[in-house]
């Protein structure tokens, strides 16, 4: 049995299943609002698995699932050395978001990650301790800066509602997804003009622990 984990709810689930009838799979829920059961029809020996977006990472490098989809940014954050783990098959076209570096509108000197890093060593002179970062993106965030020579900073893990963190002087900066930024804008922050860490989108993946033999048959029937 070919399993095919999918994100459990929301537009990114429908928009999958969109995806998927459009090549002749056709994904819906079965059960109640709070079931997490599917079905495929189209093709034997086909299940569905619905997740979170962010554990089907996790259980395709585990060979749980032999496909998934999920986010470009939940990949490569969440496996290290990912292209071990998974191969990406296709990008699906939505789910499309930018994860930032985002500061305080009020740092009118700031605009760039050098501005950044002059900033993150003045701030930890003055207050003897290092700027915080919040983010929940550790890996993404912490290579990109590691690249582009920031230092004297510290991540703080935030799970949701992280554009408030500075608001609410749990950090001094975030680096978050955003699609439109006008929550960035609300909460009064700006993206560094060279902080883009990675275009994310919706993305079908392929385990590289799965076995069955008719996998390939499948990807092939679905266009790839």
């Known amino acids: 049995m070919i399993r095919i984990g999918v994100p459990s709810k929301g537009r990114l689930m429908e928009k999958t299943f969109d995806w998927f009838g459009a090549r002749g799979l056709k994904m819906s829920r079965t059960g109640n609002e709070r079931e997490y059961s599917g079905q495929v029809e189209g093709v034997d020996n086909v299940s569905l698995v619905l997740l979170s977006a962010g554990e089907i990472p996790r259980e ?6 032999d496909l998934g989809v999920t986010g470009t940014d939940l990949v490569r954050d969440k496996l290290a050395h990912w292209q071990t783990k998974v191969t990406e098959i296709a990008p699906l076209g939505f789910g499309h978001a930018d994860l930032v570096i985002a500061i305080p509108v009020a740092w009118i000197d700031v605009e760039t990650l050098d ?8 701030f930890r002179r003055t207050h003897g301790h290092r700027l915080r970062i919040a983010t929940k ?3 993404l965030v912490r290579d990109f800066l590691a ?12 799970q949701g509602a992280t ?13 978050d997804i955003t699609s439109s930024g006008e929550t960035l804008r609300a909460n009064h922050l700006k993206i560094l003009s060279d902080g883009l860490i990675l275009q994310s989108q919706a993305t079908l993946y392929r385990s590289a622990l799965a076995t069955d033999p008719g ?8 266009g790839f």
């Open 137 to 139: 993106y550790h890996r």
């Open 163 to 175: 554009e408030g963190t500075v608001k609410n002087q749990t950090a001094e900066a975030i680096a």
């Open 115 to 122: 501005d950044l890093d002059a900033a993150a060593s003045a």
């Open 147 to 158: 690249t582009h020579g920031v230092a004297d900073y510290q991540l703080t893990d935030s």
């Open 215 to 222: 996998l390939d048959a499948l990807i092939q029937r679905i």
């Open 60 to 65: 395709l490098a585990a060979g749980r699932i």
